[in-house]
Each structure stands twice: as C-alpha cells, then as structure tokens.
Nanobody, 113 residues
Framework: QVQLVESGGGLVQAGGSLRLSCAAS?????LGWYRQAPGKQRELVAI???????NVADSVKGRFTISRDNAKNTVYLQMDSLRPEDTAVYYC??????????WGQGTQVTVSS
C-alpha cells in the first residue's frame, strides 16, 4: 500500500509559478502528475521513473519541470509561465514495481488571467 501526500497548489496570476510536491509512503517505480479540468478527462502532465526518465505532455513542455528525490520518495512539479488553461485539480500518481497504481487526493491549481 502506497499513500501519497500532495502539497503546493493554490491561486496564481497568469505568468506566475507554483511548485507541487508529493511524498510517497512506499517504494515506487514511476511518480508523476495528472490533471483534470472541469468537464474534461484526466490527462497526463508529466511522469518520471526511478532512474530519471521523463514523459512530459506537449502542452506543458518547456514550462513545467518534473523531478524526484528517491531518498525522500518525493516527486516535484515546478510550474512556470502558468496559463489560465492550466487551471485544474492536479493529482499525484504512483506506480509500484508490481505495476499497481495509486492516486493522491488532488490539489487545486487556479491560474487567473
């Protein structure tokens, strides 16, 4: 069982920055972030493996940076140059080596224009 604790969401003006953090209670293979805007499906934002391989959505490439600290079992999402269309609930995601998925409770990110 893996528990995920997210932090760092909030309200920011367009062009601003926020940093999300997610601490996992157990050993994970992949850690990452998805987001879901009102009326839309949940979509991948960025994901990172234990060895540092990343997959970043085209919509945030060049603006968002994902990183992880394996010693702390924590993943970070640095979000720069935020746009109103980035407004969503951001969910932390973890996959264990046994390919089991876990989700955080979600943190709201609101970008005002």
């Amino acid at each position: 069982q893996v528990q995920l604790v997210e932090s760092g969401g909030g309200l920011v003006q367009a062009g601003g920055s926020l940093r999300l953090s997610c601490a996992a209670s157990g050993t994970t293979f992949r850690l990452g972030w998805y987001r879901q805007a009102p009326g839309k499906q949940r979509e991948l934002v960025a994901i990172i493996t234990r060895t540092g391989n990343t997959n970043v959505a085209d919509s945030v490439k060049g603006r968002f940076t994902i990183s992880r600290d394996n010693a702390k079992n924590t993943v970070y999402l640095q979000m720069d140059s935020l746009r109103p269309e980035d407004t969503a609930v951001y969910y932390c995601y973890a996959e264990t080596i046994l390919r089991k998925d876990y989700w955080g409770q979600g943190t709201q990110v609101t970008v005002s224009s």
